[in-house]
């Protein structure tokens, strides 16, 4: 599959299902007249989005290599287009970036690579039927032990395309109860190869797609308290097509998952809310294994006071990795932000994937770390940070990673503006290969038309 893929997948719907394709004939009827007779709603954000962004960055080792590292000028053009538009009856987004990537040196990683993202929806029939659609097409990481899509243009990265249709029915019982039924499909597909052509190491994703039905229903109390409970059935299906680890090694297999959980919302006080999830996971692989657990998502944000506010998070799911099957997710995160003249934001963070059908298992934990200060009215100076502890088994590798971000931003104008920065990126491994230092610098310009 090609970067191109974009194209087959977002040009039917753009063309057919926004388009009025799948619009109920009467729907289409009455728009038609309403056109003629000015009242129409289809006003609204009827002028696209257009922007350019323009940057040259010097990087001393764009292979993240230990040693024998190639630096590099890189320039980066980078367009984009944003349009919406929306009536009582239909509604969708539409983003698209394309960027040319040029290699002053190593003009074999030249490339040009695209970012697009398609959310739509509309009423079939009023008050009952609706469907939705989103279609992404990003570039993603292939594995989480080698997260450098922030660092790299192309190490350890392939393009990946997602389409969802959800078509869903929609019953409301009073103004403070409703419940939807309805199917999702979801398609995945990604890259064969990285962006420059070259293979990096495995650079396989495994395509996969699901056929899944869901019951939510949904009560709300008060304005401080709501409530909802759902059951969701999936069927994962993982594509045996040539070239994917499935086909190769073998070991990633089709399942059946059940989930079902309720959630809590509660707005205790201006100050204080909270949002609690819990519910049941059933996993089952057709070799008959299977794996339960238990799911959770607990959310609490507290406001110290007009500038200071603290929030916890904790996650407890189940989720499909690019290359290697299902796993077990444990995250939880503690942030204190303050906002007054300047910003700063301080976090803790614990994660842990656990994969059901290989022998792995990932861990890690760090700080994380911003400042924004104004230095005059359009100018701002902005620093990050991140260390993370990480832990690999069973190869008992332990990884130290440190990434520091520093920029100043000019505004040149409402449409105009300038960025200057700079970038260090260090991994340090008990694995030699997976250990490697990273310095870049750059300028950027974006406008807005």
């Known amino acids: 599959m090609t970067d191109f893929c974009i194209y087959y997948r977002l040009s039917p719907f753009v063309l057919c299902f926004l388009c009025f394709c799948g619009y109920p004939y009467t729907a289409k009827a009455q728009l038609s007249e309403d056109l003629v007779s000015g009242t129409a709603d289809v006003a609204q954000s009827l002028r696209p989005a257009i922007g350019i962004s323009v940057e040259e960055e010097y990087n001393d080792n764009i292979y993240l290599r230990p040693d024998g590292e190639l630096d590099d000028y890189i320039t980066r053009i980078s367009p984009s287009f944003l349009w919406s538009r929306s009536n009582p009856r239909w509604n969708f987004d539409i983003s698209y970036s394309p960027r040319q990537i040029l290699y002053a040196k190593n003009t074999g990683f030249n490339e040009l690579r695209h970012t697009a993202f398609l959310t739509a929806g509309a009423t079939l029939v009023r008050n009952l039927a609706f469907i939705d659609v989103t279609d992404t097409f990003t570039r993603v990481s292939l594995d989480s032990r080698r997260e450098r899509t922030g660092i790299s243009s192309f190490a350890g990265q392939t393009d990946s395309n997602t389409l969802v249709v959800n078509p869903y029915f929609r019953r409301n019982f009073s103004r403070s109860s409703r419940l939807e039924v309805g199917y999702e499909y979801t398609n995945t597909d990604y890259n064969r190869v990285d962006a420059s052509g070259l293979v990096y190491g495995s650079s396989y994703g495994t395509d996969r797609q699901s056929h899944g039905i869901a019951a939510i229903f949904e009560k709300n109390f008060s304005e401080q308290l709501d409530s909802e409970v759902s059951y969701r059935f999936t069927r994962e299906i993982v594509e045996d097509s040539a070239g994917t680890l499935y086909g190769y090694l073998g070991y990633l297999q089709n399942y059946d998952r059940h989930e079902a959980d309720l959630t809590i919302r509660y707005i205790y006080s201006r100050r204080l809310n909270l949002s609690v999830r819990g519910g049941f996971n059933r996993i089952k692989f057709d070799d008959g294994n299977s794996n339960d657990g238990s799911i959770w998502e607990i959310e609490m944000s507290y406001r110290i006071s007009a500038a200071v506010n603290n929030s916890y998070r904790y996650l407890q799911s189940y989720e499909n990795s690019v290359q290697y099957g299902v796993y077990k997710l444990k995250r939880q995160s503690l942030e204190f ?74 505004a040149a104008s409402e449409y105009l503006s300038f960025e200057s920065g700079y970038r260090y990126a260090k991994e340090k491994s008990t694995s030699y290969y997976n250990t490697y230092e990273n310095n870049a610098v750059y300028l950027r310009a974006n406008a807005e038309f």
Do not use: C, H, M, Q
């Open 337 to 410: 932000d303050y906002e007054r003249r300047i910003s700063l934001a301080l976090g803790f963070f614990t994660t842990e994937y656990d994969y059901l059908e290989i022998n792995r298992k990932d861990s890690s934990w760090g700080i994380t770390t911003s400042v924004g200060v104004p230095i005059k009215r359009n100018l701002d100076f902005g620093l990050t940070g991140e260390w993370r502890n990480r832990t690999y088994e069973p190869e008992d590798e332990n990884l130290i990673r440190s990434i520091a971000r520093a920029s100043v931003r000019w």
